[in-house]
């Protein structure tokens, strides 16, 4: 498989790496830059890159949260331009969209276009919004969870998080709970964890990561026996960087995100344990045609 130039950028964006570095990770690795990452990380070169895959696609990531019927939504819905995007007319549709899901309980974006929308089916309503705003549109995904939640929008849709906490009906009722479960949702927008803890890293990923470390610990000139008892430590790195309860809390690096639950708990009195998340990111892993506007123009010119 063959590699372009951006494919090098790319690929040094997402692990931090120099560009000869990258250049011969990739030609390792035929092209493929997942492997090339692993390939990097194996020498020691880079740390675990997330596989949030390329953003391009525009359009809105959204959630929110009914506080009297205890549900939450999160949905990411795309269209082509940044200027749609941010228009109101989009922006409404966005909030329609969201409240159809909460209110009629769709199973599947294909279910959600059947339901009502102002006496109306949401894809009648979905293709009219099409002909106003003069793009295509569309319903990417969504989630609903229920219980007591805590929703939050970043970058004007950008990212969108919903995160659900097991706690007591008086202690969510409080500031303070607002306050911490607004602070557990921001630092999933900001550190991006991929689980929620250790117990939920599936057994597939923990193999590739300890296959990953050990490889990295033997190519450090490590002994077999040594290189075992690094890998558990890498390991327990790994749970640190992925996992959010395990993470550092953003708003004090000396404390993991569940330390500092557990000091609001204690301040009001009960337990507070975040227990699910969903994190959207507008347009993850989609991509978009690129113009080359110099063509674009000369082709104007023709």
């Known amino acids: 498989m063959e590699f372009t130039a951006k494919d090098v950028a790319d690929l040094r964006t997402r692990t931090g790496v120099g560009m000869m570095d990258c250049k011969k990770a990739l030609a390792e690795a035929n092209g493929d830059t997942e492997k090339a990452i692993e390939i990097l990380r194996e020498k020691g070169l880079a740390a675990a890159a997330k596989k949030a895959g390329r953003i391009a ?59 009502d929308c102002g006496g109306e089916s949401l894809e009648a309503f979905l293709k009219s919004k099409i002909y106003t705003i003069g793009e295509n549109i569309s319903i990417r995904r969504f989630k609903v969870m229920d219980g007591h939640l805590m929703s939050y929008v970043h970058g004007g849709g950008r990212i969108a998080v919903l995160v659900k906490f097991e706690t007591t009906d008086a202690i969510a009722a409080t500031a303070k709970f607002t306050e911490a479960a607004k602070d557990v949702a921001m630092q999933i927008a900001a550190m991006n964890p991929l689980f929620l803890d250790a117990a939920s890293v599936d057994e597939e990923t923990l193999a590739k990561e300890r296959e990953i470390a050990k490889t990295a610990a033997i190519n450090e000139g490590k002994p077999a026996n040594i290189a075992d008892k690094i890998v558990e430590g890498r390991i327990k790195k790994y749970y640190k960087e992925v996992c959010l309860v395990e993470q550092a809390f953003v708003k004090d690096a000396e404390i993991s995100v569940t330390q500092y639950l557990n000091a609001v708990s204690k301040e009001l009195g009960g337990d507070i344990k975040a227990v699910a998340f969903e994190r959207f990111e507008r347009g993850e892993g989609l991509a978009k045609k690129e113009d080359n506007f110099a063509d674009e123009v000369a082709g104007m010119i023709k």
């Open 57 to 115: 696609a525009e359009g809105m990531a959204y959630s929110e949260v009914c506080a009297k019927c205890k549900k939450g939504v999160i949905v990411e819905v795309n269209c082509e331009t940044d200027f749609a995007a941010k228009s109101e007319p989009f922006k409404e549709l966005v909030s329609k969209i969201a409240n159809a899901i909460l209110t009629q309980k769709p199973t599947s974006v294909e279910d959600l276009m059947t339901k």
